[in-house]
T-cell receptor
Framework: DQQVKQNSPSLSVQEGRISILNCDYTNSMFDYFLWYKKYPAEGPTFLISISSIKDKNEDGRFTVFLNKSAKHLSLHIVPSQPGDSAVYFCAAMTTREYGNKLVFGAGTILRVKS | NAGVMQNPRHLVRRRGQEARLRCSPMKGHSHVYWYRQLPEEGLKFMVYLQKENIIDESGMPKERFSAEFPKEGPSILRIQQVVRGDSAAYFC?????????????FGNGTRLTVT
């Protein structure tokens, strides 16, 4: 039962262009969403988050968009840089529960070509 | 290094042996989470602890797995009588508080291989 789905296993983008990573969820109780970035042999690193009361959150080159009616969120990276090459995980949680119990997607491998 | 520390980084066990994975949270963090990542999958929640207490263990297998976070010392994830299916990367994370605006900080994981 995959409550968070990242349907694209990989994405390849040219340096300087936009990277768009997508994520869908099924659980209507989720009201907080996060993106994590992971390099090989390292743990995930928090990138950006968004609450369900918003539809957009921006932090530098990273923007997360949330479409609640479609149960869909996306991460935009502009401009993409070779150092952005990593696995990106979408995660979701319900803030009604105590604690940060995250449900992760399977991840999307981003390759930024120089 | 004030980050989340996990050790060992790699652990090899034969079937039937015990595996002990350790996690020292970031300084000042009293909330600890364990996640498991199987090959080609995302991270799956296992257990959430807050100093000396298990808050949520809904993701833990009912048998062979246990976790603790004592008053002093690191959090321990213990797997008894390991089987090949336990081979995975185990990640520990910590947070300052238990709310959503207190993001999880992950360690670099322990890769367990059961032979």
């Amino acid at each position: 039962d995959q409550q968070v789905k990242q349907n694209s296993p990989s994405l390849s983008v040219q340096e300087g262009r936009i990277s768009i990573l997508n994520c869908d969820y099924t659980n209507s109780m989720f009201d907080y969403f996060l993106w994590y970035k992971k390099y090989p042999a390292e743990g995930p690193t928090f990138l950006i988050s968004i609450s369900s009361i918003k539809d957009k959150n921006e932090d530098g080159r990273f923007t997360v968009f949330l479409n609640k009616s479609a149960k869909h969120l996306s991460l935009h990276i502009v401009p993409s840089q070779p150092g952005d090459s990593a696995v990106y995980f979408c995660a979701a949680m319900t803030t009604r529960e105590y604690g940060n119990k995250l449900v992760f997607g399977a991840g999307t491998i981003l390759r930024v070509k120089s | 290094n004030a980050g989340v520390m996990q050790n060992p980084r790699h652990l090899v066990r034969r079937r039937g042996q015990e595996a002990r994975l350790r996690c020292s949270p970031m300084k000042g963090h009293s909330h600890v989470y364990w996640y498991r990542q199987l090959p080609e999958e995302g991270l799956k929640f296992m257990v959430y602890l807050q100093k000396e207490n298990i808050i949520d263990e809904s993701g833990m297998p009912k048998e062979r797995f246990s976790a603790e976070f004592p008053k002093e010392g690191p959090s321990i994830l213990r797997i008894q009588q390991v089987v090949r299916g336990d081979s995975a990367a185990y990640f520990c994370a910590s947070s300052l508080q238990g709310q959503a605006n207190s993001p999880l900080h992950f360690g670099n994981g322990t890769r367990l291989t059961v032979t």
